[in-house]
């Protein structure tokens, strides 16, 4: 009964839009921090890969994997390379300019002005540059980048599969009240109880109820798209929750909604501390820095816990991969052979990733949900 | 030269060291989460022999120390990473 009125609240919906929103604004200038990311085009020199690949090099294949790009990379044959072109979405001076990366022609051709830089500081990045060549205008600043990356391609398809699969589980609970759970209703079922359980004994019985829907929203995006992560081929394997923007839009709405739940005794908590000396809060306030060290520390090590967790994964997964074909490089025979050890510690990797999805996507959520409940905590 | 010089040329000789560096790091931190996890899993192995039936309970206390403790090992990868590449 309660479970189908979860289910049909609206607020989920008014909770999950922000969210997407807001991580396609934050995502779409992920190329702006600085956190490792870069967008190399160098392996892809030419549009017929045979002659300028000779040598396989595992740094760059491994990070071409794990960054965002501007066109959704499928396959490379000998002769050609088979990517889906995505769009570009520039703000400069107040004009908006779309067009498709395909323009670009992988950092060769500069279009409308722009151009893929692939050198410096802005390596990666969408420059500005003179009249019509290819020389970077250095005294111009970085255009606005809102494009429809990889990244943002993955969060929306990850999204409207999301939003397809609860929207008809929340309609059969609607039309089968009172009849026992059909279908996907009986698969997703135990894992909503699941997150209401740890939700009720984080939370307190009475209030939990209004961070359902976020918790429920939280724990299924980040799940959905750790699992997607790891499906190799079209519309999987974008690494959406390893890029750390997306992981910092869910560590500050966590934080912001403890920062506004907070009640007078979690305030009192950090500011005056009960039970510690005095000489330590005043003159000088050590005890409070301390404390507020940690209101931040600690949404941001979710943040960075998840993008490690499942960047660390990807590269490790990726690495095995590399090591056949750094070994066929020596020798073609030694490559065949490593390609078996290879291929088996790839797959039990891949096992581990897929219990560390759901790991991930658990310990997240636990520790939003325990920041909510000592947020809201009564004095004893 | 002027020092300012001398001081540019030094840091850019130290480069690879820091590179030692960075990596020497990353394997401390390895070192650190593996003690770590492993003095987990001997107290709810222990506490599961003692008492099989909160197996289930002691199970989720283990993952959820597990994953915390991972992501303190995480930053120090995440550093690493950032000398390496930044």
Not at chain 1, 70 to 79: G, K
Not at chain 1, 82 to 94: C, F, K, R
Not at chain 1, 327 to 336: A, D
Request: charged share 15%.
């Amino acid at each position: 009964m309660m479970l189908s009125r979860m289910l049909l609240q609206k607020k989920r919906l008014f909770i999950a839009l922000p969210l997407i929103l807001l991580s396609v604004l934050f995502l779409s200038p992920s190329s702006v921090l600085a956190a490792g990311e870069k967008e190399e085009h160098s392996g892809e020199a030419s549009h017929s890969p045979g002659q300028e690949e000779e040598k396989f090099n595992a740094g760059i294949m491994i990070i071409d994997h794990i960054v965002d790009a501007h066109e959704w990379h499928i396959l490379s044959t000998r002769t050609r390379h088979v990517s889906i072109p995505l769009p570009v979405i520039l703000v400069e001076q107040g004009k908006v300019h779309t067009f498709m990366s395909s323009r670009f022609h992988h950092g060769h051709a500069s279009y409308k002005g722009f151009k893929l830089e692939t050198e410096g500081k802005n390596e990666g990045k969408i420059v500005r540059v003179i009249g019509d060549s290819m020389e970077t205008d250095q005294n111009a600043p970085l255009p606005l980048d809102l494009s429809i990356t990889k990244n943002v391609l993955a969060l929306f398809i990850s999204c409207i599969l999301i939003c397809i699969i609860f929207i008809s589980v929340a309609r059969s609970y609607r039309k089968r009240e009172g009849h026992a759970p059909k279908g996907l209703q009986s698969i997703l079922e135990p894992v909503i109880l699941f997150v209401r359980d740890m939700a009720r004994s984080s939370i307190g019985d009475h209030k939990y109820e209004r961070f359902m829907p976020y918790l429920l929203t939280l724990f299924f995006f980040i799940f959905f798209n750790n699992l997607i992560g790891l499906v190799p081929f079209f519309p999987g394997g974008a690494n959406l929750t390893g890029n750390i923007a997306v992981t910092m839009v869910m560590a500050l709405i966590t934080f912001i909604i403890t920062t506004f739940v907070g009640n007078r005794n979690y305030w009192k908590h950090i500011y005056n501390t009960p039970g510690v000396p005095w000489w330590l809060k005043f003159p000088l306030p050590l005890m409070p820095l301390v404390e507020l060290m940690g209101v931040f520390t600690k949404p941001f090590i979710l943040m960075i816990r998840l993008f490690a967790n499942i960047t660390a994964g990807h590269i490790i997964m990726l690495g095995f991969i590399s090591l056949i074909f750094i070994f066929g490089n020596i020798n073609i025979v030694l490559g065949y052979s490593v390609s078996v050890v290879s291929i088996l510690f790839a797959v039990f990797m891949g096992l581990l990733e897929l219990l560390v999805a759901f790991i991930q996507a658990y310990v997240f959520t636990l520790l939003s949900s325990l920041y909510f409940g000592m947020a809201m905590e009564e004095h004893h | 030269m002027s020092l300012l010089t001398i001081l540019l040329q030094a840091a850019a000789d130290l480069i690879p060291i820091a590179k030692m560096g960075a990596g020497l790091g990353a394997g401390l931190a390895a070192i650190g989460a593996g003690i770590g996890i492993g003095q987990i899993g001997r107290g709810a192995v222990e506490s599961i022999a003692r008492q099989p039936e909160a197996g289930g309970d002691i199970r989720s206390n283990m993952i959820v120390a597990a994953a915390l403790i991972e992501g303190v090992a995480f930053f120090a990868i995440v550093v690493c990473l950032l000398i390496i590449f930044i």
